[in-house]
């Protein structure tokens, strides 16, 4: 059987595992988001228009000013009798709350070895605390509560079943990330999930093509770096494991006090206003900042998100 991939960096992942379970198909994917993708048309229609079966993610029409590129541009080349398969964008902050990135585009502010952002940490930086107060914060057990919590989890799975209904998903991963969530870490970011939640996504996948489903959550993480962990109190209040295991970037270890005063001595380092301009100019984050400044006012967090 010959599989198309078509979608962002978790893909290829996919791709991998079917061909741990099939290596006797003939696979291919393509990540959409990287410079090669653009010089790539051809080889595109090629992979789908030899498919038996498309594993697509929804990429908007006019993506990067290539339809071909998007859901429908993919879909259309398919022969008659390709199967497509619909699958999500596997975006989950619920134990990442306040994780994310600042900026966009060439004004995208680099996070410390990795593009990603703790944004309650810059929020204490624009309000003025000082470093000690900040590691203090952010490393106690205590720090929030569990009903915001339960909030952030309860809004991160909301929106993933939201767009799972809005795209029209043939494989959905909303209910595997429900219940896997209070089992452990569901992913190093926000966008990188752990092996067991691609697998049991690979699974589905595989028992829609008419295929035994037996891929298991012990192997290979294609995804590992970099690893984010939760804060402890997020662990603690949810009760499980994983705010111990410190940092992953680039097959680099960090404890997560020692990552932490590195990325207040990153931001310290940075230009003037170059910090406040990130949260400014990133919608996600301005969104999230007024609400951790409702939660936790009056040190200063208010106006930080004006």
């Known amino acids: 059987m010959r599989v198309y991939f078509h979608g962002n960096c978790q893909l290829p992942v996919l791709h991998r595992l079917v061909a741990e379970a099939r290596p006797n198909w003939i696979l291919a994917s393509r990540e959409v988001h ?16 030899a498919a038996d079966a498309i594993v697509l993610q929804p990429i908007r029409r006019h993506y990067r000013g290539a339809d071909w590129l998007s859901m429908e541009g993919v879909a259309a080349l398919a022969r008659p009798s390709c199967r497509i398969l619909r699958i999500p964008s596997l975006y989950f902050d619920g134990q990442l ?17 990795m593009a990603y952002h703790c944004w309650p940490l810059g929020a204490m930086v624009l309000a003025g605390m000082p470093d000690e107060a900040i590691l203090a914060t952010l490393l106690d057990p205590g720090f ?67 295929q035994l ?60 206003g170059a910090l406040r301009r990130g949260f400014e100019t990133t919608r996600e984050a301005r969104a999230w900042l007024a609400g951790f400044a409702q939660r936790h006012g009056p040190q200063g967090w208010t106006e930080v998100s004006a």
């Open 34 to 49: 990287t410079p090669a993708a653009l010089q790539q048309q051809a080889e595109l229609a090629a992979d789908a228009g």
């Open 97 to 113: 709350s306040g994780w994310g990135y600042l900026g966009g585009g060439e004004t995208r502010l680099r996070g410390l070895r």
């Open 144 to 210: 929030g509560s569990a009903e915001a919590t339960e909030a952030a989890l309860a809004a991160a799975l909301d929106a993933l079943r939201a767009r799972e209904a809005e795209g029209g998903v043939d494989v959905a991963a909303s209910d595997i990330y429900a219940e896997a969530c209070r089992r452990g870490q569901v992913g190093h970011t926000v966008n990188h999930p752990v092996r067991a939640i691609f697998v049991a996504l690979a699974n589905r996948i595989l028992a829609r093509l008419d």
């Open 213 to 272: 489903a037996d891929l298991p959550e012990e192997g290979a993480d294609y995804l590992p770096s970099p690893h984010i962990p939760m804060l402890p109190s997020t662990a603690r209040q949810l009760g499980i494991g994983g705010a111990e295991e410190g940092f992953v970037i680039n097959g680099r270890r960090f404890a997560q006090a020692d990552y932490f005063a590195r990325v207040l001595a990153h931001y310290r380092s940075l230009p003037e």
